[in-house]
């Protein structure tokens, strides 16, 4: 080339860079109709992989589980939610290569972040969070099991079932460094004794610290901000009938790459700053009406016990021709594989005496014979609530039939369901505004924080919540009305906060308990002062 001056020689660096960008993306995509995103553009690669029997799996898996039991619109499955997560990751990831080539954004890294997003969801079991967040802990409490480690372990069978390692390298991946890149933008550091903090080595193998905005996209730990969150918001809220106040779109416009506590972190402008916080009320809001839904909880409560009573029935060929349970077919992937929303299906349509006692859950399910919700309260500090205490409170709430009710109604422990729900912005009760960073048009380079009184005094003061419902399982309606009342004065018991409908269900109990008897004044009502 000669001696040329240095600016001249950038500038054909760049424009090398940018034809091999365009030879390596001139292949031939396939477009999926989504009625989310529009026309979905995806790279063959994708295809290849959307198309293994370990990927289609996620056709049969609700998105919401026992959701659709209530909001019968919310029938899609983790399948569409994951193409929907790759293509978001991709146009995320796009848009910060393009705004900013210095980042030396590679064709290998979109396609490995995509490919992150694509397979984020590979270890959902039936019914989705139902699965791993209350079977599996019933049957199998010593377990740690979380489906994001499933959703490495699914990806490692899938690639390897398929014999994809060749198609991979095809396509320019680098084996087997961007399948741990993939697999830490799913789960996390390979390495689970390794944490990820200030001062603290980068944890990550799959790409350097230079690069360490790239796990920022699919699964972001520092904030919740990302594209797995932005696609099932949308998609979510869609087929529930409620309104997304987020757009995604907006902070695809604004992202953008600047160096924070040392390392380089994806920023947004300072005025979409209110757009974040919409994004959060929408998720809270989605929880509060959907997702923690008191029908939704007991109709998987009761699918959960049908498993539960089934599992020791259910046979499922693993590799080498082992047979696993429901509840261990998470130890090998060949068996998870064909583990899907189709047992339920398969319990209820049987006829085997062995699966009577849990066909009859199912058919109660079906026949909308549903356990009965009696109320839902809070305790005045957050409570850790572990096993042992609830089954306290159950013996506690059967023992609490209030003094001089004529209602014999013969409540056990047993027949009480207490459900401890945390409600908060998805950092606990930390303000997840105040792990973003923002930039000003002045300066775009600087990344700056936003506090939260800078913004409107209207935003929450408090980021999470403890709700604590009650549901009775005798659904006649003597027991039902009784185990209202019992519900009530166990709240008295428990110095708990008045349930919302308490004046209505037991209207001799709670003028009992004077801090019960405030007025929207704030004043006390004192009968002997009226006299």
């Not at 020791?312 to 509840?327: A, D, K, L, T, W």
């Amino acid at each position: 080339m000669g001696i040329s001056p240095l600016g001249s020689q950038l500038n054909v660096l760049r424009s090398l860079r940018k034809l091999f960008q365009i030879a390596a993306e001139s292949v031939t995509v396939k477009v999926f109709n989504d009625p989310i995103h529009g026309h979905v553009e995806l790279h063959p690669l994708l295809i290849r992989i959307i198309d293994t029997p370990q990927f289609q799996r996620l056709r049969f898996i609700k998105q919401l589980g026992g959701v659709y039991f209530v909001f019968p619109g919310a029938s899609h499955n983790r399948f569409e939610h994951s193409i929907g997560v790759g293509f978001l990751a991709g146009l995320l990831v796009q848009s910060l290569r393009d705004r900013q080539p210095e980042l030396n954004i590679s064709h290998r890294d979109i396609l490995c972040v995509q490919i992150a997003g694509l397979c984020h969801d590979l270890g959902h079991g039936p019914f989705s969070h139902m699965f791993d967040g209350i079977f599996i802990p019933k049957v199998r409490p010593d377990t740690k099991w979380k489906h994001e480690t499933a959703s490495r372990a699914m990806f490692d069978h899938l690639v390897t079932a398929n014999g994809l390692e060749g198609v991979l390298r095809e396509h320019g991946l680098v084996l087997p460094a961007d399948l741990v890149f993939i697999k830490e933008q799913i789960a996390g550091p390979l390495d689970t004794a390794t944490s990820f903090s200030r001062g603290q080595p980068w944890p990550y193998k799959g790409r350097p610290e230079e690069k360490s905005f790239l796990y920022e996209i699919v699964a972001n730990k520092k904030n919740g901000i990302d594209v797995d969150k932005w696609d099932y918001f949308a998609r979510d809220c869609h087929h529930l009938g409620i309104q997304n106040n987020f757009d995604h779109s907006r902070f695809l416009k604004f992202a953008r790459v600047c160096e924070v506590d040392g390392k380089k972190s994806i920023c947004t402008r300072d005025k979409e700053v209110g757009n974040l916080y919409d994004m959060f009320h929408t998720r809270n809001s989605l929880h509060r009406r959907a997702y923690q839904h008191k029908v939704a909880s007991i109709v998987e409560t009761m699918i959960t016990e049908a498993f539960v009573k089934a599992d020791p029935h259910i046979q499922i060929q693993g590799s080498g021709g082992r047979m696993y349970r429901i509840s261990t077919a998470i130890d090998d992937m060949e068996a998870y594989s064909k583990l899907t929303d189709h047992v339920y299906e398969q319990i209820l349509y049987s006829s085997s005496p062995e699966l009577a006692e849990a066909r009859q859950i199912l058919q109660n399910v079906s026949c909308r014979r549903l356990y009965k919700c009696v109320g839902q309260t809070q305790a005045e500090n957050h409570l850790e609530v572990t096993e042992d205490l609830r089954l306290k409170w159950a013996k506690a709430l059967a023992q609490s039939r209030p003094e001089g009710d004529p209602n014999d109604a013969n409540l056990h422990a047993e027949d009480f369901i207490i459900y401890v729900i945390n409600m908060d912005y998805g950092m606990k009760g930390k303000n997840p505004i105040n792990n973003v960073r923002f930039y000003c048009k002045e300066d775009p380079t600087k990344a700056i924080q936003i506090r939260k009184n800078q913004v409107s005094k209207l935003l929450p003061e408090i980021f999470a919540e403890q709700l604590i419902r009650v549901c009775v399982k005798k659904t006649d309606e003597r027991s039902v009305e009784a185990a209202k009342k019992y519900f009530v004065q166990w709240c008295m018991d428990m110095d708990f906060s008045k349930p919302q409908d308490g004046d209505v269900i037991a209207p001799e109990l709670t003028p009992l308990k004077a801090s019960w008897s405030i007025n929207n004044k704030g004043w006390a009502f004192s009968f002997t002062s009226m006299c």
